[in-house]
Structures are given as structure tokens and as C-alpha cells.
């Protein structure tokens, strides 16, 4: 299959993870993709390797607007047009017991994971009107039940109440917007979530029934240990 033939994608956080997938995935199937990452070297790896032809790697620090909307202009340059964002920059930074969280990393946890889905939907939204596009936020369980980690998981549920707004704003105009909220990577629980919008309020949510099977407490300790600060960092 060629879904991506002519198309454009720009990935945050693409040179791992649910990230990296997206992008072999994109180019698999005949799209352009800009890689973006907070390592300016694996993205550039990344991008040679899937070819200079489909491939464009750029170093984007998502709590940045001038970096996000330095990365858009590039994708635009480069290939003439942006088809697709996935918003997969986000993940676990902040560990205290929610009690005892200071306002400080309150904004650090919402800055980069919600607000930086925020600024790259802001970026690229003209972009992706012109296209007829979508915008792919890679959310997570923790948005839609109790697993723990009180900032992170509103960082999370805030992306798909923000992905519903933007839709009922934009879904007239053509641009979709999608929420993918899945388990901790390495550690599936029940069948991940696919919710699709578009100038509409429904939404389903099939993790939600996992939740109700499994212990908050077994879902966090049997979780892999992954970077700090990479996409879908699972919380203690």
C-alpha cells in the first residue's frame, strides 16, 4: 500500500519509540516526513537513513515556538506542503507525590506535554487547511483512567479535550484530528484507544473497560523503565 504517496508528515519526537514507528511507517508507504527530535544527531540519523529524498531530520524542543515554527517552515520548504502532524512530544517528567507538587513543575509538566501539542497544532493548523490534513496527537491511558500520576495524566486528558475543540473548529474546514491513547510502551493494556473527530464531540474510548480489569498498581509495576522525558514515558 501507498496511503502516503505525495503526502507530507512532521513527527515530534521521532527518533524513537511510537515515533520512530510513525516514520517508517509514513515512508513506507510513499510520504515525505520531517523527523524531529530534541537530539539533533538521531534525528538527523534517523532521515538518512529512511533517504534524503523522503526525509528531512530537524532538531525541535516542542516547549520552543520558535523552534516549532521553525521546523513547519522547513517541512513547507523542503517538500511545498504539510499533510500531517503527529504530536508525539510528551511524557512523564514530573514524579513528586501530587500533595506536595510545586506550581513550577505543574507548568513544566503541562508547558511540554500539553502546551507543546498546542504550539505545533498552532504551526502548522494554516498549513493543514491549505491540505485538507490531520492531526494525530499520541495521547495515553493515564488521560482517560486512574493509573497514577496526577500531572502527567492531566497533561494527557487536557490533549484530547483540546484534539475535541480543535476538531469542532477546524472539522469544517477539512482537518481531522485523532487521539491514540495508548498503554506504557513495552506493556499493552487491553486494546489501545483510537478516538477520531471531526467537527464532532463523540468519542469512544476502549481502554477505558481495561481499566476496570486491571490494578492501577500491577499496570505501574510491571511497566519497562524507559528515558525520562520520551514519548509515553511510563509514570511510576
Not at 515515533?19 to 516526513?33: H, S, T, W
Not at 493515564?142 to 496526577?150: D, E, K, L, P, Q
Not at 469544517?172 to 483510537?194: E, K, Y
Not at 477520531?196 to 498498581?217: E, I
Amino acid at each position: 500500500m501507498r496511503r502516503f504517496e505525495g503526502k507530507v508528515a512532521l513527527v515530534t519526537a521521532a527518533a524513537q519509540g511510537i515515533g520512530q514507528a510513525v516514520v517508517r511507517r509514513v515512508a513506507a508507504e510513499g510520504g515525505a516526513v520531517v523527523v524531529t527530535d530534541l537530539r539533533e544527531d538521531a534525528a538527523a540519523a534517523l532521515a538518512e537513513e529512511v533517504g534524503a529524498e523522503l526525509a528531512l531530520g530537524v532538531k525541535v524542543d516542542v516547549t520552543s515556538r520558535g523552534d516549532v515554527d521553525a521546523a513547519v517552515a522547513a517541512a513547507v520548504g523542503r517538500f511545498g506542503r504539510l499533510d500531517l502532524l503527529v504530536n508525539n512530544a510528551g511524557g512523564c517528567i514530573v514524579t513528586s507525590v501530587p500533595e506536595d507538587t510545586s506550581a513550577e513543575d505543574w507548568h513544566r509538566q503541562l508547558d511540554f506535554t500539553l502546551v507543546g501539542a498546542a504550539r505545533c497544532i498552532q504551526a502548522a493548523i494554516p498549513h493543514l487547511v491549505k491540505t485538507r490534513g490531520n492531526v494525530v496527537t499520541i495521547s495515553s491511558v493515564n488521560g482517560i483512567a486512574a493509573f497514577g500520576n496526577v500531572e502527567y495524566a492531566a497533561a494527557k486528558a487536557g490533549q484530547i479535550a483540546m484534539s475535541q475543540n480543535y476538531a469542532a473548529r477546524y472539522g469544517p474546514l477539512g482537518v481531522r484530528f485523532n487521539v491514540v491513547a495508548p498503554a506504557p510502551s513495552g506493556h499493552r493494556i487491553g486494546t489501545p484507544s483510537r478516538t477520531r473527530w471531526r467537527g464532532s464531540n463523540r468519542c469512544t474510548h476502549s481502554a477505558a473497560s481495561a481499566s476496570q480489569r486491571t490494578s492501577p498498581q500491577r499496570s505501574r509495576s510491571s511497566a519497562p523503565t524507559t528515558p525520562r522525558g520520551s514519548p509515553d514515558t511510563p509514570c511510576p
